[in-house]
């Protein structure tokens, strides 16, 4: 493309003077501009991307300021094409970008306006995400490491005790308590269980009653010749199932604290002391590292592993004897709330069983109302009409 424009520029008019000379000063720019054309591959391939072409022309004239007219002799100009867009045309085939000095003349003309610059502004939010997935990912594998190195520590105590390798801290008198705590959970269940088992049987045996009550009245209606008899049996089984009824609300409130005092004061007290439990471990793995530290040699090296070791072993006996004193004051109130329960829910059960019994009906519902047991309608546990729906 350079090759035909500088073609076009050796067809173009030449004027003659009056002395007959066709050569003029400004022929010699032409001719100057076009030699330097003619040469400026050759300096682009040897010049540096970053150099202006400007610098290379600066023996030769302005082309900027020059023009070509293409046309034939004697022809009305079709285009002036300005030497300026060879130049941008040749680097742009060469792949040469826009020099520094280039650049800050477009930028100096009037009414430019600089792109503004928006990598800053996308890089920060993205470097910032980076970071705290880098930071959230280091803190995952520091507590995974920590993790791992006090897993393995403890499961060595724990077989080192097993095989009895190694020493255990005991306090007799805490681990007194806490079996006969474990003992008593056990037993209590077991007292659960069949007061469950009572609950349910007795259930069964008032609803017997009340079906046979009306059964008894049914027949009195329909055997003139036994209307009393039959009326007899079915006001005296109406009047167990009443008392029934009274005796069933009282063992339901009786299961219910011990279900209360069994599932979760006894059971929160265990969950206590399985922490002191694993503290009690974790306390007896780290002394036991700090002493073989501590036997082993001085070097520096040895001597940061104990400081370390030193820290950790404060570290979790702080935690040790904060359990220790946290199971020692819930065995005290448990065992304290234990008596006072279960002497309230035993008078409670006992009277109400004795009145049932001796056909009391006076005294069994002055028994409930000492001990603010509160009935259930009958026919309350079961679902009303719209529910079965």
């Given at each position: 493309?350079?090759?035909?424009?500088?073609?076009?520029?050796?067809?173009?008019?030449?004027p003659i003077n009056s002395n007959g000379d066709s050569r003029t000063?400004?022929?010699?720019?032409?001719?100057?501009?076009?030699?330097?054309?003619?040469?400026?591959?050759?300096?682009?391939?040897?010049?540096?991307?970053t150099m202006d072409l400007q610098q290379v022309m600066v023996s030769g004239p302005n082309l900027n300021e020059t023009s070509i007219v293409?046309?034939?002799y004697g022809g009305a100009a079709e285009g002036i094409i300005p030497t300026s867009s060879i130049k941008d045309i040749r680097?742009?085939?060469?792949?040469?970008?826009?020099?520094?000095?280039?650049?800050s003349r477009i930028a100096n003309q009037p009414g430019h306006y600089p792109a503004p610059s928006m990598h800053h502004s996308n890089s920060n939010p993205s470097m910032m995400s980076e970071e705290a997935t880098k930071g959230v990912a280091v803190e995952k594998f520091d507590s995974m490491k920590k993790w791992s190195i006090n897993t393995y520590k403890c499961t060595k105590q724990m077989f080192s005790e097993r095989?009895?390798?190694?020493?255990?801290?005991?306090?007799?008198?805490?681990?007194?308590?806490?079996?006969?705590?474990?003992?008593?959970?056990?037993?209590?269940e077991h007292i659960l269980r069949l007061a469950r088992e009572l609950t349910n049987h007795f259930y069964n045996m008032v609803q017997t009653q009340q079906a046979l009550g009306d059964t008894f009245a049914d027949l009195s209606q329909k055997s003139p010749e036994l209307q009393d008899e039959f009326g007899y049996n079915a006001e005296t089984q109406r009047l167990l199932c009443?008392?029934?009824?009274?005796?069933?609300?009282?063992?339901?409130?009786?299961?219910?604290?011990?279900?209360?005092?069994?599932?979760?004061?006894?059971?929160d007290t265990l969950m206590t002391?399985?922490?002191?439990?694993?503290?009690?471990?974790?306390?007896?793995?780290?002394?036991?590292?700090?002493?073989?530290?501590?036997?082993?040699?001085?070097?520096?090296?040895?001597?940061?592993?104990?400081?370390?070791?030193?820290?950790?072993?404060?570290?979790?006996?702080?935690?040790?004897?904060?359990?220790?004193?946290?199971?020692?004051?819930?065995?005290?109130?448990?065992?304290?709330?234990?008596?006072?329960?279960?002497?309230k829910q035993l008078l409670l059960f006992h009277n109400a069983v004795s009145a049932y019994f001796a056909g009391n009906q006076q005294q069994l519902e002055q028994t409930l109302r000492q001990f603010n047991v509160k009935l259930k309608p009958p026919g309350s546990d079961k679902p009303s009409w719209l529910e079965e729906q």
């Open positions: 493309m350079t090759d035909s424009i500088l073609s076009k520029a050796a067809t173009m008019e030449i000063a400004e022929d010699d720019g032409f001719e100057q501009g076009a030699q330097i054309g003619g040469s400026l591959d050759e300096i682009v391939g040897t010049l540096p991307v293409s046309g034939g680097s742009k085939s060469r792949g040469i970008t826009p020099s520094h000095s280039a650049t095989f009895g390798r190694g020493s255990k801290t005991v306090d007799m008198e805490l681990e007194a308590q806490i079996d006969v705590l474990r003992e008593t959970k056990m037993k209590y009443k008392n029934g009824e009274t005796l069933l609300g009282a063992i339901n409130f009786f299961v219910s604290s011990i279900n209360t005092l069994v599932n979760k004061t006894m059971e002391i399985k922490m002191y439990e694993n503290a009690r471990l974790e306390f007896d793995a780290y002394r036991a590292d700090l002493e073989e530290l501590s036997v082993g040699p001085r070097d520096a090296a040895a001597m940061v592993r104990i400081e370390i070791a030193q820290q950790q072993y404060q570290i979790h006996k702080d935690k040790y004897e904060r359990l220790h004193s946290d199971v020692s004051i819930k065995l005290k109130f448990l065992e304290e709330n234990k008596v006072k329960v279960m002497h």
